[in-house]
């Protein structure tokens, strides 16, 4: 009985693994049942994940990690650049330097709380999925859809804000280089409607391209930085430590 049971059972086990081909080692029908595609099945670590969740993974993984680290790269130091507007005009070097390092400390209790939810939920819906997971039982479904709508008003503004913000940096350099040029509101209207255009273009027909966008913009982040902080380096005014930051 336990033979025949035995060859029956490797007989289906092997006609599975047959059926179904198998990717980076792990069959397919090995992943709770579910129906994947092999363009969707995305790496080792993702199966498992979905496995362990129960759950059937319906997007395809473009960025590895290299692209990944290139697009934190390009978001971190465009918001950077914005921000630290606030530390130049009010506070100086102080501010800025002590306030970035103290954001920076403070933010990494921030991450470490959504990397570790991120590990037991690693799915792409986000900071409304792990509310209506880990809040209390009653406040779940309001909670979700609270910070869901506040994601969704954020996306948008923010949308909108960095639109015009790229277009001002467009403009300044002209302003600054051509003190004729009138800074006119359509100038900037027809440089946000651009903008936008382009990002959807680029997150509909161009999305498979993204990968390889990230790439270029992360050599071209790398490539500024040094550009910029050379000139700076070498032609700024020098200044004793008693006139700056360290006079005590």
Not at 108 to 135: C, D, K, N, R
């Amino acid at each position: 009985m336990g033979s025949e049971a035995t060859k029956h059972g490797g007989k289906a086990a092997s006609h599975a693994a047959a059926a179904v081909p198998a990717k980076d080692g792990v069959a397919s029908d090995e992943i709770a049942g579910a129906a994947f595609t092999l363009d969707k099945v995305g790496t080792r670590m993702d199966q498992h994940d979905m496995m362990r969740m129960g759950k059937s993974q319906h997007f395809k993984r473009n960025l590895d990690s290299y692209r990944c680290l290139a697009l934190l790269i390009s978001k971190d130091t465009d918001k950077t650049n914005s921000a630290s507007t606030f530390g130049v005009i009010n506070g100086g070097a102080a501010g800025l330097i002590y306030c970035y390092l103290g954001n920076f400390v403070g933010f990494l209790a921030v991450i470490a709380s959504m990397a570790e939810m991120a590990s037991m939920a690693p799915t792409a819906g986000g900071q409304y999925h792990w509310v209506s997971e880990f809040a209390p039982a009653g406040g779940q479904r309001f909670l979700g859809y609270g910070t869901g709508r506040v994601c969704v008003l954020g996306q948008e503004t923010g949308i909108t804000s960095i639109a015009v913000l790229t277009s001002s940096e467009i403009q300044s350099p002209i302003v600054i280089n051509n003190p004729s040029y009138v800074f006119e509101r359509r100038h900037t209207t027809l440089l946000i409607l651009l903008f936008n255009f382009i990002a959807i273009i680029f997150n509909t027909y161009l999305a498979k391209r993204l990968p390889l966008v990230e790439g270029i913009v992360l050599l071209f982040h790398i490539c500024g930085f040094i550009a910029l902080l050379v000139p700076l380096w070498a032609l700024a005014p020098r200044s004793t430590a008693s006139k700056g930051l360290w006079d005590i």
